[in-house]
């Protein structure tokens, strides 16, 4: 089958290869990929800025139809629609965060897309564990979005925990930003969408999604129209959904104090920002990193209620093979989710 494989390490490397068809085994699960979707974590695994083991095929935001099931498999069956935990391929299962349910930290971690094979690509074969069925309104283009959709379940209903009434601020329009909008305004949160220049296509889908105001940070500033949006009171919650250094100093200038600060993007760098406003405000700074297993249950019971969906947000469909296009536009800002197809 083609595949796009990291063939090997350092910058590029990146292409797609013919491989062999992953085999099934007794306690295995074939899945034949319908959707997957392009991340930033796939530019940084091209640059060799995250942690990669090539050989190895990308992709890990999969949803697609069971084809087939390993003789000692049980409550699964041929041509179920799914989408896959590919985060926990392999983990040590024995360490103190494998024990709490949080496999994300587990040193021993390989995540399916850059650990071990991914999804861009006809088939994966994964454990029974891994696969979880969407109901039958809910699409397979908008299932390969759980993956992120996860993450942003995570900061917005776990570790933010925001409540009915309050008020949100979301920097950073991608895809996350997006996704965490779609939670906020779900769990009935009046949500300020940041983006800066180039973020034009995102603000006006966020304005679409139902925000209460956005705002492009290179015509207005943010802590004016965050004072003027809150009658002075700046914002309950932010979510830091950027990753960069103007968003980090947006988000603590636009919060009032005993505020909730969540930190849901990757910088990639070190930066500077005020620590004092910390604590002249006495903000609760909190990181939200991927999901647990219990994210994902919770994200299909959000699946089943139907008041979430994501199909809107799927703007651009690509066969793997056009996969410098698919990067690009990821990269350039220029679509909102990407997704890919074998
Ligand atoms: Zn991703
Ligand atoms: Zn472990």
């Known amino acids: 089958m083609k595949a796009l494989v990291k063939f090997a390490p350092g910058d590029g490397n990146l292409d797609i290869l013919d491989v062999e068809e992953p085999v099934c085994g007794d306690r295995g699960v074939k899945v034949e990929i319908a959707f997957c979707g392009v991340c930033g974590t796939d530019l940084h695994v091209m640059h060799d800025t995250f942690r990669n083991y090539p050989p190895v095929i990308l992709g890990h935001e ?22 896959v935990l590919g985060a926990t391929a392999v983990t040590c299962g024995v360490c103190r965060y494998c024990r709490e349910g949080r496999f994300i930290f587990c040193p021993a971690r390989r995540g399916m897309g850059h650990g071990v094979n991914g999804a861009f690509a006809r088939y994966v074969v994964v454990r029974p564990d891994q696969l979880y069925r969407i109901p039958d309104h809910f699409t397979l283009e908008e299932a390969a979005i759980s993956e992120p959709f996860a993450a942003a379940v995570q900061a917005v209903t776990e570790v933010t925990q925001v409540r009915i009434g309050e008020t949100a ?11 965490c909008l779609k939670l906020l305004l779900a769990e009935g949160v009046k949500t300020i969408v940041a983006g800066a220049g180039g973020d034009d296509l995102r603000l006006a889908a966020a304005r679409e999604f139902g925000a209460a105001l956005t705002v492009n940070t290179a015509e207005r500033n943010l802590a004016d129209a965050v004072r003027e949006a809150t009658d002075g009171a700046g914002v309950d919650v932010a ?98 989710k990407v997704l890919m197809h074998p």
């Not at 949803?63 to 003789?71: F, K």
């Not at 601020?169 to 996704?179: A, R, Y």
């Open 62 to 83: 999969m949803a697609g139809t069971v084809v087939e099931i390993g003789r000692e498999v049980r409550g699964v069956n041929i041509g179920d629609r799914a989408t």
């Open 239 to 336: 979510l830091e959904c950027a990753g960069h250094p103007a968003s980090v100093l947006g988000c603590l200038q636009a919060l009032r104090p005993m505020g909730r600060y969540t930190q849901v993007a990757i910088c990639g760098r070190d930066i500077n920002f005020p620590i004092d406003q910390i604590f002249y405000k006495q903000l609760t700074v909190s990181g939200s990193v991927c999901y647990t297993a219990r994210t994902w249950e919770r994200m299909m019971q959000i699946y089943q209620q139907g008041r979430v969906r994501l199909h809107d947000l799927v703007s651009v469909k690509l066969p793997i093979t056009e996969w410098r296009a698919a990067f690009e536009l990821c990269a350039d800002r220029k679509a909102l």
């Open 169 to 179: 601020l979301v920097s950073g329009p991608g895809p996350i930003g997006l996704l």
